[in-house]
C-alpha cells in the first residue's frame, strides 16, 4: 500500500470532528503556499502586468471599485 492510500485510509477513520480539524490545516497550508507563490512572483516583477493594467483602466475611467 503507497502513502497516499494509506493516508487515505487514515482519512476515512477519522472522526468528523478530526476531518474537520485535517481539513481547516490543509486549508492553511494550501493559503501559506499560494501566498508565498504571489509573493515571489511579486517581488520577482512577474506580476508588474498586472499593476499596469490596472493603472491603465483606472486612467480610462474603467476601474471599478469592489
Not at 477519522?14 to 499560494?34: A, G, H
Not at 517581488?43 to 469592489?66: C, H, R, V
Amino acid at each position: 500500500m503507497s502513502k497516499v492510500e494509506e493516508i487515505k485510509s487514515a482519512i476515512e477513520s477519522l472522526s468528523e470532528e478530526e476531518y474537520v480539524r485535517l481539513r481547516r490545516w490543509f486549508c492553511e497550508k494550501d493559503w501559506e503556499k499560494w501566498e508565498r507563490a504571489i509573493q515571489e512572483d511579486s517581488n520577482s516583477g512577474k506580476i508588474d502586468f498586472l499593476i499596469q493594467e490596472a493603472l491603465k483602466e483606472k486612467k480610462s475611467g474603467k476601474l471599478e471599485k469592489f
